[in-house]
Nanobody, 113 residues
Framework: QLQASGGGLVQTGGSLRLSCVAS????????LGWFRQAPGKEREGVSC????????HYADSVKGRFAISRDNVKNTLYLQMNSLKPEDTAVYYC????????WGQGTLVTVSS
């Protein structure tokens, strides 16, 4: 399973770090990612990190502000979010990619203006 945490209320320009702790599978084998869903909108991809070489990809909307990382010893995925904007307000989900996708339960990030 995946357990996301770290969300909260922050002012514009602030920072948060999300964590997603994995259990029950070999963490290092999988590409992982963060997605988000804002109220009234579809879920969208934010960032992902590969299993092989930890290469990363970001949505244009978060490039230069967010950083994804993983710790294969602690079985934890992270998302460092800086310079937050009100439009970053959403429920953030971690995801394990693969034939059998696995999603975390989501953590709410609210950015006040």
């Amino acid at each position: 399973q995946l357990q996301a945490s770290g969300g909260g209320l922050v002012q514009t320009g602030g920072s948060l770090r999300l964590s997603c702790v994995a259990s029950g599978f070999t963490f290092g084998y999988y590409t992982l990612g963060w997605f988000r869903q804002a109220p009234g909108k579809e879920r969208e991809g934010v960032s992902c990190i590969s299993s092989k070489d930890a290469s990363t990809h970001y949505a244009d909307s978060v490039k230069g502000r967010f950083a994804i990382s993983r710790d294969n010893v602690k079985n934890t995925l992270y998302l460092q979010m800086n310079s937050l904007k009100p439009e970053d307000t959403a429920v953030y989900y971690c995801r394990r990619f693969g034939l059998n996708d696995l999603w975390g339960q989501g953590t709410l990030v609210t950015v006040s203006s």
